[in-house]
């Protein structure tokens, strides 16, 4: 296969991928060069900073990546919106292979920690969730993203749950980590319940049951719980990560 041709000035971004999904990244190492055989989708997909990567599978490997032709892929990005945050390229060179904690902060390590556990609940942990009261941590949950929102200046007027602005500006105190937990507790729902894990709500928008829905709010709030930006007391840091630690930490 022949190659992009190389400029001297090479551009770089950042690229996650699932260990279950392209076997390509599963296995690359320094140095592979890994593209796309035919010029079209899907694309590969390449984040301008690590805080903007959405994470749709878990677990996965983050790679710092040389876009090998910028210059000749315009057209896979010219129905972008402006300012997007990410690129689409047809091929790339791994430079590095980065922790995956990187995409959610200074407190990233925790972060993945939930994001597991998020990953393999079992039915006996959301039963023991159960017993605990949400109100309070709710309450706080709310009123901690409220603060955050306050400190940011969004053009767009508008805070998408973990998601950026128009102008790539970050969704959340912990990048994307909200984001990510309460997909994988979807997942992990489905699989050990399938259909009967969701249901339709008065919208007609589908969610999660009671109980698994009890859950996931309780593993955001303990997501939350690790706002690297101080605008959490000690004792609201307590509340919010209360059920969590009495259930996956003891």
Avoid at 52 to 81: H, K, M, Q, Y
Avoid at 133 to 140: F, P
Avoid at 209 to 232: F, K, T
Wanted: proline share 5%; net charge negative.
């Amino acid at each position: 296969m022949k190659l992009f041709n190389r400029k001297k000035q090479i551009t770089t971004g950042f690229t996650y991928c699932a260990v279950e999904d392209d076997p390509r990244f599963r296995h690359a190492k320094i140095g592979d060069v890994i593209v796309n055989e035919r010029r079209t989708p899907p694309w590969i997909v390449v984040d301008h900073e690590t805080a903007t990567i959405i994470v749709a599978n878990w677990p996965g490997r983050l790679f710092e990546v040389e876009i090998l032709d910028p210059s000749g892929e315009e057209d896979l990005n010219a129905d972008l919106v402006k300012n997007v945050w990410y690129s689409r390229t047809l091929g790339v060179r791994i430079l590095n292979e980065l922790p995956i904690r990187k995409l959610f902060g200074p407190n990233g390590q925790h972060l993945c920690r939930i994001i597991d556990k998020a990953r393999s609940l079992s039915v006996e942990q959301v039963e023991s969730l159960t017993r605990f009261d949400t109100t309070e941590a709710g309450r706080i949950f709310a009123e901690v993203w409220n603060r955050w929102i306050a400190t940011q200046d969004r053009p767009d007027g508008v805070v998408a749950f973990g998601m950026p602005a128009s102008d790539g500006s970050f969704g959340s105190p912990i990048n994307r980590g909200l984001s990510t937990i309460a997909p994988q507790v979807d997942v992990r729902a489905r699989e050990l319940l399938g259909d009967e894990a969701f249901i339709e709500d008065e919208d007609g928008e589908t969610c999660l049951v009671p109980d698994w829905s009890h859950a996931c709010s309780i593993l955001l709030h303990a997501g939350l719980s690790h706002d690297p930006d101080g605008l959490l007391s000690a004792a609201e840091k307590r509340i919010l990560s209360s059920a969590f630690r009495e259930v996956f930490e003891r």
